[in-house]
């Protein structure tokens, strides 16, 4: 069965830093890619970052340059380092892998066969 388990979230001052991280073992098929997703309260999950097994990596245009997905593949391990927080960045922020697709499509929730529980993100003003 899959496991997919994130840690290391928390809670911050805006200007501050976190590096989640994300563990996926049981899985028979590999991964096409894995990916970050966020959630706030009352709103839609939406698509972080994601990277594909040869290591490009996407990103929400909103996202781009303050947080830095990245993988350790002999680890089966994803990151996400989430620079420059501000209180719009809380969410609960998921980890999830697609064994179909790959590149931009994995930044949508749909493409995704596999979830974690989550990891809580609270950025304070």
Not at 86 to 102: F, G, I, L, V
Request: charged share 15%; hydrophobic share 30%.
């Amino acid at each position: 069965q899959v496991q997919v388990v994130e840690s290391g979230g928390g809670s911050v001052q805006s200007g501050g830093s976190l590096k989640l991280s994300c563990a996926a073992s049981g899985y028979n098929y590999d991964s096409r890619c894995m990916a970050w997703f966020r959630q706030a309260p009352g709103q839609e999950r939406e698509g972080v970052a994601s990277v594909d097994t040869n290591d490009d990596t996407y990103y929400v245009d909103s996202l781009k340059g303050r947080f830095i997905i990245s993988q350790d593949n002999a680890r089966n391990t994803l990151y996400l380092q989430m620079n420059s927080l501000q209180p719009e960045d809380t969410a609960m922020y998921y980890c999830a892998r697609s064994t179909t697709y790959s590149g931009v499509y994995c930044l949508h929730s749909w493409s995704m066969n596999s979830w974690g529980q989550g990891t809580q993100v609270t950025v304070s003003s």
